[in-house]
T-cell receptor
């Protein structure tokens, strides 16, 4: 099946710094990718829809200036958490749409100190 | 609006017991898809099943079975003869037609299943 890979798997950063998380489709091209956030013991909440070559569509309540999404190629979408704060600590998961199917990455665990 | 309700927050069973995880959904779409995912402690989502709204046949895969009833908007998941390795968080999810680009999944809050030996 199609493979989606995220990097890094986990990252620890200091408050105020920016962190970039990559989501790659390894064996297919994805014009659409989705970014989810999951707080401990909670569900996955859709943050934004990333479309190759255009601006991402953010869900209500998600700050587009804080969570920068770039989908510059058909195999890569990046999520940058700018000026991270401890409340941004979460599990971030991406998924890619391919031939009507959704494929999920392994997730990236962000801890902001 | 689309919504998925998993009323059971946590379930604890002893090995070899059967367990059913409930899922109730709301949607105004006539075409939609229902999913179940398993999330072990590692965090990675493991795909279990996808069912489209036009297929109400029950599905069985090994110890897993799913009961889809449109009349009650439910898509319940049963594990027969549970094992310790089944311990995980299970999510039910809903989407519109995935043939349309840009359709994301709406997840329920998840049910944490603990199977003890």
């Amino acid at each position: 099946g199609a493979v989606v890979s995220q990097h890094p798997s986990w990252v620890i950063c200091k408050s105020g710094t920016s962190v970039k998380i990559e989501c790659r489709s390894l064996d297919f091209q994805a014009t659409t990718m989705f970014w989810y956030r999951q707080f401990p013991k909670q569900s996955l909440m859709l943050m934004a829809t990333s479309n190759e070559g255009s601006k991402a569509t953010y869900e209500q309540g998600v700050e587009k200036d804080k969570f920068l999404i770039n989908h510059a190629s058909l195999t890569l979408s990046t999520l940058t958490v700018t000026s991270a704060h401890p409340e941004d600590s979460s599990f971030y998961i991406c998924s890619a749409l391919f031939l009507g199917e959704l494929f999920f990455g392994e997730g990236s665990r962000l801890t902001v100190l | 609006a689309q919504k998925v309700t998993q009323a059971q927050t946590e379930i604890s069973v002893v090995e070899k017991e059967d367990v059913t995880l409930d899922c109730v959904y709301e949607t105004r779409d006539t075409t939609y898809y229902l999913f179940w995912y398993k999330q072990p402690p590692s965090g990675e989502l493991v795909f279990l099943i996808r069912r489209n709204s036009f297929d109400e046949q029950n599905e069985i895969s090994g110890r897993y079975s799913w009961n889809f009833q449109k009349s009650t908007s439910s898509f319940n998941f049963t594990i027969t003869a549970s094992q310790v390795v089944d311990s995980a968080v299970y999510f039910c999810a809903l989407s519109g037609s995935t043939n349309q680009a840009g359709t994301a999944l709406i997840f329920g809050k998840g049910t944490t299943l603990s199977v003890s030996s």
